[in-house]
């Protein structure tokens, strides 16, 4: 059938032209039809000629539970709860797929309440069910929840398939979770399970972020079919981890083996660099990533190079980086960045220009003005630091810094200010 081929090829708005005219054309289709158009519908998110065919159905067609769970599946998929919810309600026959269709579509909606309850109503439960829960789970920050559900399902005997272990990795790597992590990789492999570019880069960002970077380097070195999303993976995770050579040498590798990097590769391209001190490096990346490879930067990557040359001390060319750039809520890590570069190498007179640039904004940046404070401090401008400090003391300023003070005698020749400031300084 042509609707299903185009489906196939990704091609959906095309699928959804053909369903219309076929529609126009007085054809009587057949259910497998239907589902094939509710589909085309769902991933095009068409939801006109979806909701005919659900008029279709009740009116002529005749209930079919399968017609019924792909309607109810793009309500779901496209945000329409309510209606998916009425149609589940006034469904005259479910089964464990309409179950699991609402159960996805109620976390997908952020109402993880209402899917744990539907889902404990369910007295049998398959595979998908549980996963369904699961990912749930995951995709809300429950992971613990998510492991329980795991062992529960194990004690109900239901095995996890390939999709089930990649969701359980994800939920190990969320909080750090290594022997669990461990024990499903061990499952993994005892059911003969490829180690493929989906379940290998689950395996290496659980193993990075449980600080085993290096059995993290195992599995992708055991990987069939590396993709983009694998090579990024066991950069980002080599940057994070403070191993900046051996980060930028697998991305030479990558780029060698005609892999195209994409936006969040350059992260850790970058923050490899950043770790490492390499200015010249991370400046030719950055330049690549829209010269070379048409990828615009983004805030992430800007903050990265900003955060190395920062750090480098190469101020001048971070502040024109960063100069024809709005000051608002998502550039302010930008100017954070600078300005600890500043305050690193005293640079007081461009913390002074950033403070201003700052200044011309409503909401109060307590952070900006403990880093200004600093920045006198570790110049030894007492007095500068002393106003900035006293300024934060305004209700709307939410930081307390802590603070120290050591009493010399009654001498008043501004060491007792330099002393009390640097435990400031320390502190905040």
């Known amino acids: 059938m042509m609707i299903r081929c185009y489906i196939r090829c990704g091609r959906f708005t095309a699928a959804v032209a053909l369903a219309e005219e076929m529609e126009r054309s007085g ?15 769902s991933r095009a998110g068409d939801l ?22 792909a309607l109810l599946d793009m309500y ?47 007295t049998e439960k398959d595979l998908i069910l549980w996963t369904a829960m699961i990912n749930a789970c995951v995709q809300h920050g429950s992971s613990e929840e998510a492991l329980t559900l795991f062992r529960d399902m194990r004690l109900q005997q239901v095995e996890p398939d390939r999709f089930t272990v990649v969701t359980l990795l994800t939920c190990c790597a969320n909080i750090g979770a290594l022997d669990q992590g461990e024990w499903i990789h061990q499952y993994a492999e005892g059911r003969k399970m490829k180690i493929d570019a989906v379940l290998g880069t689950a395996l290496i ?9 290096d059995k993290a380097l195992h599995v992708f070195g055991r990987m069939q079919g590396r993709d983009a999303a694998a090579w990024t993976a066991i950069i980002c ?28 590769t350059f992260i850790g391209v970058l923050s490899a660099c950043c770790h490492g001190g390499l200015v010249d490096e991370g400046r030719k990346h950055f330049q690549a990533m829209k010269q070379v490879y048409r990828i615009e930067p983004r805030i992430e990557h800007y903050s990265c190079f900003v955060n190395l040359l920062g750090r480098a001390g190469v101020l001048d060319e971070a502040e024109r980086l960063i100069n024809d750039m709005p000051v608002n809520k998502d550039t302010m890590p930008l100017f954070g960045a600078l300005l600890t570069g500043c305050k690193a190498h ?11 640039r700052i200044a011309g904004q ?16 570790t110049a030894s401008r007492w007095e500068e630091a002393i106003r900035v400090r006293s300024e934060m003391a305004h209700p709307t300023v939410k930081k307390t810094a802590g603070c120290s003070s050591i009493e010399v ?9 330099g002393i009390y400031l640097m435990f400031q300084n320390q502190n905040g």
């Open 237 to 264: 995770g080599l940057a994070t981890h403070g191993q900046a050579s051996r980060a930028l040498e697998l991305f030479e590798e990558m780029q060698i083996s005609k892999v195209k990097p994409d936006g969040i």
């Open 409 to 417: 005698k009654d001498a008043d020749d501004g060491t007792n200010t």
């Open 362 to 377: 409503d909401s109060p940046k307590p952070g900006v003005n403990v880093l200004m404070s600093n920045v006198y401090a």
């Open 76 to 122: 779901m998929k496209n945000g329409c709860l309510e209606e998916a919810v009425k149609m589940f309600e006034q469904m005259p026959e479910r089964n464990i797929i309409s179950l699991t269709i609402l159960v996805s579509g109620y976390a997908l909606a952020g109402q993880l309440d209402k899917a744990r309850a539907l889902f404990y109503q369910c």
């Open 205 to 213: 960002e659980m193993y990075s972020k449980c600080g085993h970077v």
């Open 27 to 41: 054809a009587t289709p057949d259910r497998v039809t239907l589902v094939t158009a509710v589909t085309a519908c």
């Open 48 to 69: 006109s000629l979806g909701r005919r065919i659900h008029a279709y159905m009740d009116a002529v067609f005749g209930f079919s539970l399968p017609v019924a769970n």
């Open 346 to 356: 005293g640079n007081v007179e461009m913390s002074e220009r950033l403070a201003r």
